[in-house]
């Protein structure tokens, strides 16, 4: 009303007056004044005569806590296992209060909003089961995960002498804080409840209470190797993170404590096998080509656009922008996951050391060869087959054409000649280690020399290791021949050991893990009869301190139903233990073989036997033992050649793997890096108390 009025009074006034300003007439001019001076009082007006709001948030009526249940059993738990709590102590909830205005229009004469809101927090223990745990894992609130990356919480794992909560403490005084000795639990301190409704919401724990006796699973590991071996940052102790701007996701943050994978990897282990003593860490580069002439060895990438903070990756002194990128699967993703970055190697090292934990250092070397490649396959008549195996075992490197092919070059000095360029020429100086960074000085080489003596000096940049493999089931190459006795990849092997060793120095164990088919001897399959025990001049170097062996044999022949050889024999099932340790020694590899996979359908066992010299270990390789423990003959024409001493007696025997390693005594007993597979733990148990031989 005051607008129009004043607009009215300033046109007359405007008019009065008479003439104009730029063309615009005064009355004209009078109005417009008149109306903003009209609008500012209409405004006044009305804000005086619109009361303000205010906005009142949920509030508790009661902050006292009252969800504790007195004379609650203590659970007992074995193993792993999800459980609930009981509140054992408690402050009163925290209650925060949080006032905003908002409105006032021009001028500040508008109404105003003002809102209140209530936020709580409380502190409080719970009381998990009886002590001492072993640590616990994941933490669901009202059946959800919970997220840890903002909560402040510790846990006490229930020994007998644990020292009360800082924050219990705080509260109670000095002297006068419970320290709840024998039970475990959980301190929450300041926990925010909105997202819970203001309550404390209904929590449960994955709680770690291993039974640690000599003949459970838990009680009996003692190594055990961390993997996947790929992923660029899978290593790192720090988080990574991918992308730029508001656009990030983590590299290697993802459980709900907001820790590093490793990290929670590591506590959950030692959590779950409290006896952990040794930790084999597998790190890998990737082979291009069975053909050993063709394949190069390079460390590698998924993509070349990918942008990390805080740090970049980086192996070898090869950075992103012009690393090997991985190929892609049938489903367009990545086949592998990248090398892990120098760095996050440098970390593990460093962190399971920490743990009081030893470190083996595992190589190891993937074939990145997807389908529908057009590369000649030497595992066929002069190489003449186009497209190789999918990512196949690194087993299949060989010479080309192999081994039994027409055309093949084995027992030729062209077979010498694929294995120097499989090796490469990388020598120990060709590296420049800078702190904890090592990169290549070498020029243009892509050989397995170069990746091993890369981690040699990786390693020792880490503060050492205490086992380092130089390589790990080569048998395509470790079996080529360049005369009819000479194995050069063999050769090779001596001489890379050394290298390392000179890297390493004394305090470092070194050898190859063979496989289990490669471990005792070479026997052509040529129709000669002739048999070689190819890798002992390896296993008696001086730098190769003990016997490495990848055991796959088999613990069973069981099958479906009934009818079967092993149930007709009387066996009860395949977790029957005394069922387990009887295929040791004995059973497939030992007793008796498959010929065909028609025999292996229909179980046709051929027995295992020597009919020449009665030496019938030679041909079984569950007989480590045999193996060991007798003379060693290369075999020609059906002649026995060469003795080649075995060496001291077998006097350190690993009895989770039941294989036999050499025990120098500066560096102490090694065993194999032999798997075995679980049923119900008894696949682990078996070798448990077997006496070899």
Same mark, same amino acid.
């Given at each position: 009303m005051a607008s129009i009025l004043l607009a009215s009074a300033g046109a007359a006034i405007g008019g009065s007056i008479g003439g104009s300003v730029l063309g615009v007439s005064a009355a004209t001019i009078g109005g417009a004044v008149g109306s903003f001076a009209g609008s500012v009082i209409d405004s006044w007006i009305i804000s005086s005569l619109a009361p303000g709001q205010r906005i009142e948030g949920q509030r508790l009526d009661n902050l006292q806590i009252t969800t504790s249940t007195e004379g609650a059993v203590i659970p007992r738990v074995y193993g792993r296992m999800r459980i609930g709590g009981n509140i054992i102590w408690a402050t009163d909830f925290n209650e925060t209060v949080s006032t905003t205005t908002q409105g006032g229009g021009k001028g500040g004469g508008g109404p105003k909003v003002t809102t209140t809101a209530y936020f709580y927090s409380a502190s409080f223990a719970v009381a998990l089961c009886e002590g001492p745990i072993t640590g616990i894992g994941r933490i669901w609130a009202d059946g959800k995960p919970l997220d840890l990356s903002s909560v402040t919480w510790r846990l006490y794992k229930g020994g007998e002498v644990q020292s009360p909560d800082p924050f219990i403490e705080a509260r109670m005084g000095t002297g006068s804080a419970p320290a709840y000795c024998g039970t475990a639990y959980v301190m929450f301190e300041e926990l925010p409840l909105e997202q819970f409704g203001n309550r404390i919401p209904q929590l449960s724990f994955e709680v770690f209470r291993p039974i640690v006796e000599p003949d459970t699973a838990e009680g009996m590991v003692r190594a055990?190797?961390?993997?996947?071996?790929?992923?660029?940052?899978?290593?790192?102790?720090?988080?990574?993170?991918?992308?730029?701007?508001?656009?990030?996701?983590?590299?290697?943050?993802?459980?709900?404590?907001?820790?590093?994978?490793?990290? $929670?990897?590591?506590?959950?282990?030692?959590?779950?096998?409290?006896?952990?003593?040794?930790?084999?860490?597998?790190?890998?580069?990737?082979?291009?080509?069975?053909?050993?002439?063709?394949?190069?060895?390079?460390?590698?990438?998924?993509?070349? $656009?990918?942008?990390?903070?805080?740090?970049?990756?980086?192996?070898?002194?090869?950075?992103?922008?012009?690393?090997?990128?991985?190929?892609?699967?049938?489903?367009?993703?990545?086949?592998?996951?990248?090398?892990?970055?120098?760095?996050?190697?440098?970390?593990?090292?460093?962190?399971?050391?920490?743990?009081?934990?030893?470190?083996?250092?595992?190589?190891?070397?993937?074939?990145?060869?997807?389908?529908?490649?057009?590369?000649?396959?030497?595992?066929?008549?002069?190489?003449?087959?186009?497209?190789?195996?999918?990512?196949?075992?690194?087993?299949?490197?060989?010479?080309?054409?192999?081994?039994?092919?027409?055309?093949?070059?084995?027992?030729?000095?062209?077979?010498?000649?694929?294995?120097?360029?499989?090796?490469?020429?990388?020598?120990?100086?060709?590296?420049?280690?800078?702190?904890?960074?090592?990169? %290549?000085?070498?020029?243009?080489?892509?050989?397995?020399?170069?990746?091993?003596? =890369?981690?040699? =000096?990786?390693?020792?940049?880490?503060?050492?290791?205490?086992?380092?493999?130089?390589?790990?089931?080569?048998?395509?190459?470790?079996?080529?021949?360049?005369?009819?006795?000479?194995?050069?990849?063999?050769?090779?092997?001596?001489?890379?050991?050394?290298?390392?060793?000179?890297?390493?120095?004394?305090?470092?164990?070194?050898?190859?893990?063979?496989? %289990?088919?490669?471990?005792?001897?070479?026997?052509?399959?040529?129709?000669s009869g002739d048999l070689f025990y190819h890798l002992d001049p390896l296993w008696a170097d001086p730098n190769i301190h003990f016997i490495g062996i990848d055991n796959y044999l088999p613990l069973s022949d069981w099958r479906d139903g009934a009818e079967h050889l092993d149930a007709q024999a009387g066996w009860a099932s395949i977790r029957d233990l005394d069922y387990l340790r009887s295929n040791i020694e004995g059973g497939e590899g030992f007793d008796w073989f498959y010929a065909s996979d028609a025999d292996r359908a229909a179980q046709v066992r051929t027995p295992i036997s020597d009919g020449l010299f009665g030496e019938d270990w030679i041909f079984r390789p569950k007989d480590i033992f045999g193996w060991w423990s007798n003379r060693h003959h290369d075999r020609q024409a059906d002649m026995m050649k060469n003795a080649i001493p075995n060496g001291n007696t077998p006097s350190a025997w690993s009895a989770t793997t039941a294989t036999v390693a050499a025990s120098p005594e500066t560096l102490g007993p090694y065993a194999s890096a032999a798997r075995v597979a679980a049923i119900d733990g008894n696949r682990l148990r078996a070798p448990t108390g077997f006496k070899p031989g």
């Open positions: 055990v190797t961390l993997i996947p071996g790929t992923g660029e940052f899978i290593y790192s102790t720090q988080a990574i993170s991918r992308g730029t701007g508001g656009n990030t996701a983590s590299e290697n943050v993802h459980s709900t404590t907001a820790e590093p994978d490793i990290i $929670v990897a590591l506590d959950q282990l030692q959590a779950a096998a409290p006896n952990l003593e040794s930790i084999s860490l597998v790190v890998s580069w990737f082979g291009i080509d069975l053909r050993a002439g063709n394949c190069q060895v390079k460390p590698g990438i998924e993509n070349t $656009v990918k942008v990390t903070t805080p740090k970049s990756w980086a192996v070898n002194g090869v950075t992103r922008g012009n690393a090997y990128v991985i190929s892609l699967d049938t489903g367009g993703r990545s086949a592998y996951g990248g090398t892990p970055a120098d760095f996050t190697v440098v970390q593990a090292i460093q962190e399971i050391k920490a743990r009081g934990l030893r470190v083996t250092f595992y190589p190891f070397l993937l074939m990145d060869i997807p389908a529908g490649n057009t590369l000649p396959d030497p595992w066929s008549d002069n190489t003449a087959v186009i497209g190789q195996d999918t990512y196949p075992w690194r087993g299949r490197i060989t010479c080309s054409p192999a081994a039994g092919y027409a055309g093949t070059v084995d027992k030729n000095a062209a077979a010498a000649t694929q294995v120097s360029a499989f090796l490469g020429n990388a020598q120990v100086a060709d590296f420049a280690v800078s702190g904890e960074a090592v990169s %290549w000085t070498g020029g243009s080489d892509w050989g397995f020399r170069r990746m091993i003596l =890369h981690y040699a =000096h990786l390693c020792a940049a880490a503060g050492g290791v205490d086992t380092f493999l130089i390589g790990s089931e080569l048998r395509g190459l470790t079996t080529i021949r360049d005369t009819a006795t000479n194995y050069p990849v063999v050769t090779a092997l001596k001489q890379l050991a050394a290298d390392v060793a000179g890297i390493l120095g004394v305090r470092t164990g070194i050898s190859y893990a063979a496989d %289990w088919s490669e471990y005792f001897g070479h026997q052509p399959n040529d129709g």
